[in-house]
């Protein structure tokens, strides 16, 4: 019997050790920018695009990831040039959520932000006020349920890029660089996008079918 549970003993000791060296690593505790989702919509009078997901404050290439912002961000395009005051109200879990449009001079969009943990709808309404006028637009996600979400794509991109992935960790198995992990809906086609940031904007960029995981193209970005 002593002699039974010394060989089990054994024999878990090196399947946890194997488990162990088997064990793929989370990246996700190292992306400093995430768009997971991307909405539309239009009404009469505007249409506006909204992204969620969260980044970096403040935002910066240096290969290390700061305090995180999980954020709905709004567009409202075709107004930039207009001489009025846009304000966006939202309601969620029972809150009222508001922002102004501002001018963004790199994107030349008027954009708004609203700082909101938890989101988690696919269509959901806003009123856009403008002046005493008031309209409701409905926002729909243009992602599709097939598409997979950001922690299957953070496990394919590992898993078709081990190689390049384990590169970034030193010889103490700390993470040196930063990813941003995005979105993509072309012509209703998903894609994931992650860029690898390594400090002094210093930046390679991977595309990774949203469906199959299979990886599309590599490039370095300066």
């Known amino acids: 019997m002593k002699k039974f549970l010394c060989i089990l003993f054994t024999v878990l000791i090196t ?16 992306v400093s920018e995430l768009k997971s989702d ?13 992204t969620y997901g969260f980044y970096e404050v403040p935002k ?12 709905l961000s709004f567009k409202l395009p075709n107004k930039e040039t207009e001489n009025a005051t846009y304000v966006l109200s939202l309601t969620f879990n029972e809150k009222i959520y508001k922002a102004v449009f501002k001018l963004n001079p ?37 992602v599709p349920d097939t598409a997979m979400n950001y922690e299957t794509a953070l496990s394919h991109l590992y898993k078709e890029q081990k190689d390049l992935i384990d590169n970034y960790f030193d010889k103490d ?13 072309k012509d209703d086609k998903p894609y994931w996008y992650f860029g690898i940031a390594t400090g002094n904007d210093n930046l390679k960029a991977l595309l990774i079918d949203g469906i199959t995981g299979e990886v599309l193209a590599i490039r370095e970005v300066f």
């Not at 198995?173 to 809906?185: S, W």
């Open 15 to 30: 399947l946890t050790m194997f488990c162990a060296c088997e064990k793929k690593p989370s990246l996700f505790s190292y």
């Open 106 to 142: 790199v994107s030349n969009n008027l954009c708004a932000y609203i700082e909101l943990d938890g989101f988690n709808l696919k269509s959901f309404d806003v009123t856009l006020f403008c002046g005493a006028d008031a309209e409701k637009v409905t926002l729909l996600s243009i």
């Open 173 to 185: 198995g700390n993470f040196t660089a930063e990813l941003y992990a995005r979105i993509i809906v």
């Open 38 to 50: 991307e909405f539309t919509g239009e009404s009469e009078n505007y249409k506006i695009k909204a």
């Open 60 to 71: 910066e290439n240096d290969g290390k990831v700061g305090n995180r912002a999980y954020t």
